[in-house]
């Protein structure tokens, strides 16, 4: 059974940085991209940024390129999303997301979701 | 204001039929056939119901379908259920190597 489980959300300071994980289990996870979704609270849906499987590409939405790095440790089976210089309007649940072809490098779609982990960004 | 434009809500009653269009451009919808839909509950994580614009994932129900002409994709649901009450989104693959979601639709069973 495909589960993700994210971790490392909170209430953080502008300005502030944050470390998102989330751990995969059941798939093979180096075999596919996987994506950073976010949804402010009552909004909706928000692409923040993919990495392949291999962790040799990475995507990012304009809204978050240059102070969000996304990473990857296949040996751990983890997802990362490392966010500095954090702003208000950066306060949403946060999913991780599994990309359902393997044999594709970009985001396209999802098939499984984790359960999302929210962060407030707020002094 | 969201890349992909959606009607923020549609109402059915039980058994009819709806659609609900999801409008990009030549770089994103129209460029490319990766065009998914998913459904979300409230309080809950979204789930997938089309990808590739019109193929429905294991389990999921056939009375949801999903085409694209040009730049708008749809999303039709027929025999409307009670359970079907969510709110849907579409999204693309772009030209710019990202991934749009439409701004979202409210749909409301009679």
């Known amino acids: 059974e495909v589960q993700l489980l994210e971790s490392g959300g909170g209430l953080v300071q502008p300005g502030g940085s944050l470390r998102l994980s989330c751990a995969a289990s059941?798939?093979?996870?180096?075999?596919?991209?996987m994506s950073w979704v976010r949804q402010a609270p009552g909004k909706g849906l928000e692409w923040v940024s993919a990495?392949?499987?291999?962790?040799?590409?990475?995507y990012y939405a304009d809204s978050v390129k240059g102070r969000f790095t996304i990473s990857r440790d296949n040996s751990k089976n983890t997802l990362y999303l490392q966010m500095n210089s954090l702003r208000a309007e950066d306060t949403a649940v946060y999913y991780c997301a599994k990309d359902r072809n393997p044999e594709l490098w970009f985001p396209t779609h999802f098939d499984y979701w984790g359960q999302g982990t929210l962060v407030t960004v707020s002094s | 204001q969201s890349a992909l434009t959606q009607p923020a809500s549609v109402s059915g009653s039980p058994g009819q039929s709806i659609t609900i269009s999801c409008t990009g451009t030549?770089?994103?919808?129209?460029?490319?056939?990766?065009v998914s839909w998913y459904q979300q509950h409230p309080g809950k994580a979204p789930k997938l119901m089309i990808y590739?614009?019109?193929n429905r994932p294991s389990g999921v129900s056939n009375r949801f379908s999903g085409s694209k002409s040009g730049n708008t994709a749809s999303l039709t649901i027929s025999g409307l259920q009670a359970e079907d009450e969510a709110d849907y989104y579409c999204?693309?693959?772009?030209?710019?190597?990202?991934?749009?979601f439409g701004g979202g639709t409210k749909l409301t069973v009679l």
């Open positions: 030549s770089s994103d919808v129209g460029g490319y056939n990766y």
């Open positions: 059941g798939f093979t996870f180096s075999s596919y991209a």
């Open positions: 999204s693309s693959y772009t030209s710019s190597s990202t991934l749009e």
């Open positions: 990495i392949s499987g291999s962790g040799g590409s990475t």
């Open positions: 590739d614009v019109s």
